[in-house]
Nanobody, 126 residues
Framework: QVQLVESGGGLVQPGGSLRLSCTVS????????MAWFRQAPGKERQLAAA????????YYDDSVKGQFTISADNARNMVYLQMNNLKVEDTAVYYC???????????????????WGQGTQVTVSS
């Protein structure tokens, strides 16, 4: 079993930055691709960014390109999401997710991840 725990969410003003962290534990050999999803109020959960543990390939949704950066620390089993120039529309619950699927499959639209964290709230407001 894989356990994911997010941290780093909070309230930030527009234009500010936050870094989310995801601690990965358990059967980490079952996780080839890590991702950050977000779900805004009244909207469906959306894949924001993904990264491959091996090789470090990254994927970004068009809505966050140039604004968010996903990274991974294999030695520490940590995944991060650096969010800069935050906007009100970035307000959402952010979830860390993991899958044993390879990166090219895990980043296809509609792919369902096997493991999820509990989520962390990010609120962008003045």
């Amino acid at each position: 079993q894989v356990q994911l725990v997010e941290s780093g969410g909070g309230l930030v003003q527009p234009g500010g930055s936050l870094r989310l962290s995801c601690t990965v534990s358990g059967r980490t050999t079952s996780t080839f691709t890590m991702a950050w999803f977000r779900q805004a109020p009244g909207k469906e959960r959306q894949l924001a960014a993904a990264i491959s543990w091996i090789g470090g390939a990254t994927y970004y949704d068009d809505s966050v390109k140039g604004q968010f950066t996903i990274s991974a620390d294999n030695a520490r089993n940590m995944v991060y999401l650096q969010m800069n120039n935050l906007k009100v529309e970035d307000t959402a619950v952010y979830y860390c997710a993991a899958t044993a699927a390879i990166f090219s499959i895990a980043t296809k639209p509609g792919f369902r991840y096997a493991y999820w964290g509990q989520g962390t709230q990010v609120t962008v407001s003045s």
